[in-house]
């Protein structure tokens, strides 16, 4: 069940439409449509000695929301209606989060239209959205290290020496392997950030459970930024559809280093359940920190 959404504004402003609640709004949402899963375009090719037609692709459409808001005397019916304008402005981009019992989710969208029927006697508001991505995403981002801490240091304690550093509080333990477990609707991809600590060459990471390998050359990279990885670079992957880049972030400056990628790498996408992540690297695999942040994806509500 519905039980509320926000609206923001491209100000950042925002609005809270609690659906038991409107007294507090001064808007009750009398209907929402386009928060299920949207349409799918199903491709394919006529062949002429072929009966039917073979598939060739399939692609979601964007979403469009449509909302009917009817207004309150809150402090009147005017004033509520002019709140319309304000939160929902022509031709801007701006955000719904929509809370259920189980899920809070968002999406961006630009408002088409709102259309105000003044004359009515009971008058509402019909704001139509069209919202490019075809799906809701999870309102935060899950982050996994690679890495763990280990606490090693234990009260009583005794240094034995004046002059050497004894006593070793943590012990930082990197892992090459790990389980990633997505539990949004649709694939999606991922974000994988590795910090560098030291010389590092040729670095090879898996997706597992796919088959699919991304390898970044690390001779390649050093004829893009004339020199080798070093302690403090950053190599930033973004594998989300419409979104993908690989950036070096050195010296307080991203450099685009997508010519580096190996000519047979795969763009990683999670699937639903169990994804089994890992890497390699000829040379300083121990001086690599990954992280790995996404979010999840829905088709509805």
């Known amino acids: 069940m519905i039980k509320k959404i926000t609206v923001t504004n491209h100000l950042g402003e925002y609005k809270e439409f609690e659906l ?4 507090k709004s001064g808007f009750i949402a009398e209907k929402v449509d386009g928060l299920g899963p949207v349409k799918a375009n199903i491709l394919t090719t006529a062949v002429a000695t072929t009966d039917g037609s073979p598939y060739n692709s399939a692609r979601a459409t964007p979403r469009n929301i449509v909302l009917r808001l009817k207004f309150l005397m809150n402090p009147t019916v ?3 209606r002019q709140e319309t304008y304000k939160y929902f402005p022509l031709k801007q981009r701006i955000k719904l989060t929509i809370e259920t019992d189980n899920r809070i989710s968002e999406v961006y969208g630009y408002v088409e239209s709102n259309e105000p029927q003044i004359f009515e006697e009971n008058e509402y508001a019909i704001i139509s959205l069209i919202c490019p991505d075809s799906y809701l995403q999870s309102i935060t981002e899950t982050l996994i290290p690679l890495s763990n801490i280990t606490p ?9 020496s004046l002059n050497e550093k004894l006593i070793i509080i943590s012990s930082l333990e990197n892992k090459t392997r790990t389980t ?3 539990n949004g609707d649709s694939e999606v991809g991922m974000q994988i950030s590795i910090h560098i600590l030291g010389l590092v060459k040729m670095i090879t990471m898996y997706l597992i459970n796919k088959r699919q390998e991304m390898k970044i050359d690390t001779n390649k990279l050093r004829d893009i930024i004339g020199r080798d990885l070093k302690e403090g670079d950053e190599i930033i992957i973004n594998t989300n559809k419409g979104y993908k880049s690989i950036r070096l972030f050195a010296n307080g400056e991203y450099t685009n280093i997508l010519n580096c990628l190996d000519k047979h790498t795969n763009w990683f996408q999670l699937s639903k359940g169990n994804n089994e992540f890992s890497y390699v ?5 121990s001086l690599m920190n990954f992280a790995i942040s996404f979010r999840n994806i829905y088709e509805g509500v």
Do not use: K, Q, W
């Open 78 to 80: 005017e004033d509520i």
């Open 180 to 182: 990633i477990t997505y």
């Open 281 to 285: 690297a000829e040379e300083g695999e």
């Open 152 to 160: 090693l240091f234990e009260f009583p304690f005794s240094n034995e």
């Open 20 to 23: 038991a609640r409107p007294d």
